[in-house]
């Protein structure tokens, strides 16, 4: 069992940036791909990022691509989404997940674990 426990959401004006964290209960943390989604009010939750278990592969949605980083470090159990040029529609809760492998996953049925979610709120 993995717990997982997101921080850093809130409210930011378009333009400016957060970085989301993720901190992991479990210690072989580095056995996990993990990945970042979103869930916006009335839509599904959809996939942001992830990355393997040494971080050295990514993929992004291709909506927040060359504007959020995925990065994880392993000493520290935790994985960060830098989110810049934030956008109105970026607005949504932000959910961390890890998977029990340690390739990266891109679709929710991937992953094994979830966070509870932080919020995103991105005024314009």
């Known amino acids: 069992q993995v717990q997982l426990v997101e921080s850093g959401g809130g409210l930011v004006q378009a333009g400016g940036s957060l970085r989301l964290s993720c901190a992991a209960s479990?210690?072989?943390?580095?056995?996990?791909?993990m990945g970042w989604f979103r869930q916006a009010p009335g839509k599904e939750r959809e996939f942001v990022a992830a990355?393997?278990?040494?971080?050295?592969?990514?993929a992004y949605a291709d909506s927040v691509r060359a504007r959020f980083t995925i990065s994880r470090d392993n000493a520290k159990n935790t994985v960060y989404l830098q989110m810049n040029s934030l956008k109105p529609e970026d607005t949504a809760v932000y959910y961390c997940?890890?998977?029990?492998?340690?390739?990266?996953?891109?679709?929710?049925?991937?992953?094994?674990?979830w966070g509870q979610g932080t919020q995103v709120t991105v005024s314009s």
């Open positions: 479990r210690r072989t943390f580095s056995n996990y791909a």
């Open positions: 997940a890890a998977r029990g492998v340690r390739w990266l996953g891109a679709t929710i049925s991937d992953y094994d674990y």
């Open positions: 990355n393997n278990w040494s971080g050295s592969n990514t």
